[in-house]
T-cell receptor
Framework: ETGVTQTPRHLVMGMTNKKSLKCEQHLGHNAMYWYKQSAKKPLELMFVYNFKEQTENNSVPSRFSPECPNSSHLFLHLHTLQPEDSALYLC???????????????FGEGSRLTVL | RKEVEQDPGPFNVPEGATVAFNCTYSNSASQSFFWYRQDCRKEPKLLMSVYSSGNEDGRFTAQLNRASQYISLLIRDSKLSDSATYLCVVKGVANSGYALNFGKGTSLLVTP
């Protein structure tokens, strides 16, 4: 069982819908991430939260809105998405200490999103 | 220029073969390097870090050439279970320090 759980695993939504993706990590980590994985493209970093503070927003359109209420939970709120936003959205967590980074991200199994 | 470039493959090799993957990165100030593995329809998982002196973990050997900005992964005595996509990952200095840049991945299929 993965230490990072994502729900829902699959989501189909229309362009006018509002939905949210949820991520929970049970590893005691202090950093959480959203990545987007599209076919034939590398993983794209979307957002980084460290100790609940957003430290990175990688030029993501405002139709994606992250929320990190505590260090164990991360949400991605979705509204008025486009068909090209269809992808696998991966949540990850890591333990950061004074900027040291072992490079080990622990990923959830992802939420596969289809926008019609 | 992409930050991390890999040959997407696929590499089709027979069991027992030795196979090597290469990766180049664009930011000469990058400091940390990794190989991740992603099985079909699964999440990526850390395979191994890559150190300047080169490092080995069982059948897997990773090497880094900073001068050429080049990373490699060698798999010896391939097993069927090695079939996966191998992602080259570089820690981007321009970022906050907490995020990693992924290559598109190299697909490996080991056949009986």
């Amino acid at each position: 069982e993965t230490g990072v759980t994502q729900t829902p695993r699959h989501l189909v939504m229309g362009m006018t819908n509002k939905k949210s993706l949820k991520c929970e990590q049970h590893l005691g980590h202090n950093a959480m991430y959203w990545y987007k994985q599209s076919a034939k493209k590398p993983l794209e970093l979307m957002f980084v939260y460290n100790f609940k503070e957003q430290t990175e927003n990688n030029s993501v359109p405002s139709r994606f809105s992250p929320e990190c209420p505590n260090s164990s939970h991360l949400f991605l709120h979705l509204h008025t998405l486009q068909p090209e936003d269809s992808a696998l959205y991966l949540c990850a967590s890591s333990q950061e200490s004074s900027g040291a980074n072992t490079g080990e991200l622990f990923f959830g199994e992802g939420s596969r999103l289809t926008v019609l | 220029r992409k930050e991390v470039e890999q040959d997407p493959g696929p590499f089709n090799v027979p069991e027992g073969a030795t196979v090597a993957f290469n990766c180049t990165y664009s930011n000469s100030a990058s400091q940390s390097f990794f190989w991740y593995r992603q099985d079909c329809r699964k999440e990526p998982k850390l395979l191994m870090s890559v150190y300047s002196s080169g490092n080995e973990d069982g059948r897997f050997t990773a090497q880094l050439n900073r001068a050429s900005q080049y990373i490699s992964l060698l798999i010896r005595d391939s097993k069927l279970s090695d079939s996966a996509t191998y992602l080259c990952v570089v820690k981007g200095v321009a970022n906050s320090g907490y995020a990693l840049n992924f290559g598109k991945g190299t697909s490996l299929l080991v056949t009986p």
